[in-house]
């Protein structure tokens, strides 16, 4: 293990790149101990992505096998088995994988009965050409590679339904002309929402995240979110850093917001640092009224979690917000850095 090079030297090789700006300066550092950030509902996932790691297990993979309990939990009805349905009352979910070491990445959209899609992600970047795999054609490649099907949708879930069901009018996507507009007005709704984002770092400093979700509740069938969009739910940069989201998805899709979270590494920025500029991006995105509070705010959450190459994790939501993490300190549940207060 290098030790870190002194400030002097480090001034010195800043003094001589200024000159030649795409001098890249290698500078080394301390191997990071394998870490894991996630979404408030991820603390074992973490624990899981890390002892993975441990084994040996690449960080994509281990995102992929942290995630796996929560989608295979029907008391998680924001991910996987359980998850909330669409406006016709069937699951479709999203996820995408990506993988530091070889840039490369995996997504499904609107796959419906399969619960691990973050797994039928990892296998649509491991065995084929592309990237994204969606609806009809995403549940058919799961079938080729003999992933098993089933109904996603539980009891508990379907009475959650047909209770939004009964009771819809103004609480359903579908917005009247004007609607969308600068004077437009509608009434505010609570919508459940809810994903899991994984992003994993390992000792040699090589990074994986994935990201899983049933969506939006009660989306328009056919809807996709963020979450399985690459540089939107998920990013990963090897020379960089992880991020990921939860929270709207058109917001996040709007700003690119986890490539968005990655770049601001890039510059620099701490993994906390760069998640706040991300969600102060979607502030400045955010423009027409009827997705505005009494306080010009969004009237939504939106969370970003980033994990960047020396092993240090950070997150920032919009509104006060919890993460999980997994570092040498062990598995935890902490804070989220927060634009606003409630
Ligand atoms: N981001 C997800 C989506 O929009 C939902 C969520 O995280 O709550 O599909």
């Known amino acids: 293990m290098s030790e870190p090079i002194s400030r002097r030297r480090f001034l010195e090789l800043g003094a001589a790149t200024a000159a030649v700006p795409h001098f890249h300066v290698p500078v080394r550092r301390r191997a990071p101990a394998p870490a894991a950030v996630s979404s408030a509902n991820g603390l074992r996932s973490v624990q899981i992505a890390v002892e993975k790691m441990r084994a040996g297990v690449s960080p994509v993979e281990a995102a992929v096998l942290g995630i796996e309990p929560v989608e295979n939990d029907p008391e998680d009805d924001s991910v996987g088995y359980g998850g909330l349905p669409n ?58 590679h003999g992933i098993p099907e089933e109904n996603l949708l539980t009891e508990a879930s379907r009475r959650k339904w047909l209770a939004w069901k009964e009771s819809r009018s103004k609480t359903d996507d579908w917005l009247e002309p004007g609607e969308n507009e600068p004077a437009g007005a509608r009434p505010k709704v609570e919508r459940k929402t809810g994903t899991i984002h994984v992003g994993c770092v390992n000792e040699a400093g090589d990074l994986g995240g994935a990201t899983s979700t049933s969506g939006l509740a009660f989306k328009i069938p056919g809807r996709v979110g963020d979450s399985p969009l690459i540089g939107c739910g998920n990013y990963v940069d090897n020379e960089v850093g992880v991020a990921g989201s939860t ?52 009237d939504f959450q939106v969370n970003f979690y980033a994990v960047n190459k020396a092993g240090v994790t950070g997150a920032a939501a919009l509104f006060p917000s919890r993460h999980a993490r997994m570092t040498a300190n062990g598995p935890e549940l902490v804070d989220s850095a927060a634009l606003f207060e409630r």
């Open 247 to 298: 929270g709207r998805g058109e917001a996040v899709i709007l700003t690119n917001g986890a490539a968005y979270v990655v770049h601001a590494m890039r510059q620099g920025r701490s993994p906390t640092d760069a998640c706040l500029d991300a969600c102060r991006r979607v502030v400045a995105c955010t423009r027409i009224p009827r997705l505005l509070d009494g306080k010009g705010r969004p």
């Open 87 to 144: 406006e016709d009352g069937v699951v479709e979910l999203d996820a995408c994988v990506m993988d530091g070491p070889t840039g490369l990445a995996g997504a499904v959209a609107a796959l419906r009965n399969v619960k691990n899609p973050a797994k039928v992600a990892l296998l649509v970047l491991r065995r084929t050409d592309h990237v994204l795999l969606v609806g009809e054609g995403a549940l058919r490649f799961a079938r080729a």
